[in-house]
């Protein structure tokens, strides 16, 4: 055992009575100061520690195999002349799909999704989406394509965030499902919008960037935030002073978190603290005081809280909008920046990836306000959810048993990944 370690430990057994005093007087404090103050990194004990919402939780449980069937889905509609994939070239990608018992096993879970049929000529199984999927698929690529001018004014919307009106295209690629863009936007979108969007080469090699050229509104865009406060504001019985609700953001806790009152009084501080919008420039002078980096942090929240608000389904992958961070001009972690504000966004484990929500558009799992979108992707969830119940078992010894090892391998994976962040 090294000095070092030595050391450690005698300065534990020495000082412990006095840290454990300091703490007891210095709780109330400690949570007064989490809601402003951030280390660099998150660690695995800040993710572990925040506090837990059921709601938020067993939609991310439901989303689990969503994800898996979309991936599964979207390699079958990749041929449109023939939309099927053979099972050998799915188990070969089983790891990368995490289909930890096998192709075969977990589509037999989902037969109002995949048919297994046999391919004489290839003289291999096959799977193929059934009508009830390809119905659902056919909805969403018709809400998609309805829904164009809404998908232009939201890139318009997430470049105007920038501050060179430009992000990497690679970036929109991450989220081009998120923001409910068409598989071809390349060309159904940015090429057909020459006026709006023109790409160019990027600093990197064979990085090519999306930019800005055109149609900006001559006021400006007004965040999302804005309009839920002109409504709390137009309200008879709101109680709050209109000055306060100027810079307030919706706050909602998960049951059961106890707010202290010190932790109340810096919300309220916090709320009441000025900052620049996401649409508006900032002052690079300012950015260096006390003050400055304070409201830097919270035009950091109004522009996630804005980003999550153009999104299809206000939820995103963390490592997702980590990609826009650079561009604007986020000098924060992002994912600190969701624990911080356990008020206005909800972070999700579940799954082996991270996912934050914006919790004021949630109400017991659901959208709001949902969209056509969002629609005919709850009708794919719903074929998922119902699995096979109604109809004849087929190895339900196995399909138990792989069920259960895929969701305790998955928490295996998830408390490995924690301790090794």
Known sequence: ??????????????????????????????????????????SSQYVASR????TFEKLMD????????????DLILANPKNPSVSIDFLSKLSQKLHLNRGATAFLRKFPRIFHIYYEPSKLQPYCRLTDAALDVSRQEAEAINA???VVVDRLVRILSMSASKMVPLRAIFKVWRELG??????????????????LCDGHELNTHMLKLVGGLPS??????????????????????????????????????????????????EWQSLPYVGPYEMVDEKKKKSKAGVMAMEKRAVSIV?????????????????????KWFGIDLNIRDLFLDHPGIFYLSTKGKRHT???????????????????????????????????????????????????????????RHDLSSS
């Not at 439901?62 to 889905?73: D, R, T």
């Open 219 to 268: 006021n400006g865009f007004r965040a999302v935030v804005e309009d839920w406060r002109v409504v709390e504001c137009c309200k008879e019985d709101c109680s709050i002073d209109r000055m306060e609700m100027r810079f307030s953001f919706k706050h909602g806790y998960p049951p059961g978190m106890r707010l202290s009152k010190s932790f109340k009084a810096k919300v309220k």
């Open 181 to 198: 863009l068409p598989d071809d936007f390349e060309d159904s979108v940015i090429a057909a919008n020459s006026s709006v969007f023109q």
């Open 1 to 42: 055992m090294s000095n070092r370690v030595y050391m450690k430990k005698g300065l534990l057994t020495v000082m412990g009575t006095h840290i454990v005093n300091f703490l007891s007087k210095h709780k109330q404090h400690s949570l007064r100061v989490s809601i402003s103050v951030r280390s660099k990194t998150t």
């Open 305 to 325: 809280h804005e980003f999550l608000s153009l999104t299809v389904e206000k939820m995103v992958e963390v490592e997702k909008i980590s990609h826009f961070r």
């Open 147 to 149: 829904s164009l001018p």
């Open 62 to 73: 439901k989303y689990k195999s969503l994800l898996k069937v979309i991936a599964i889905q």
């Open 356 to 414: 934050v929500f914006l919790r004021e558009a949630y109400e017991r799992g659901c959208l709001i306000q949902p969209n056509p979108v969002y629609d005919a992707r709850r009708r794919l969830l719903d074929l998922v959810l119902l699995g096979r119940r109604g109809l004849p078992a087929v190895n339900s010894k196995l399909e138990d048993s792989s069920s259960s090892n895929e969701d305790e391998q998955e928490d295996n994976q998830q």
């Open 51 to 54: 506090a837990r919402d059921p």
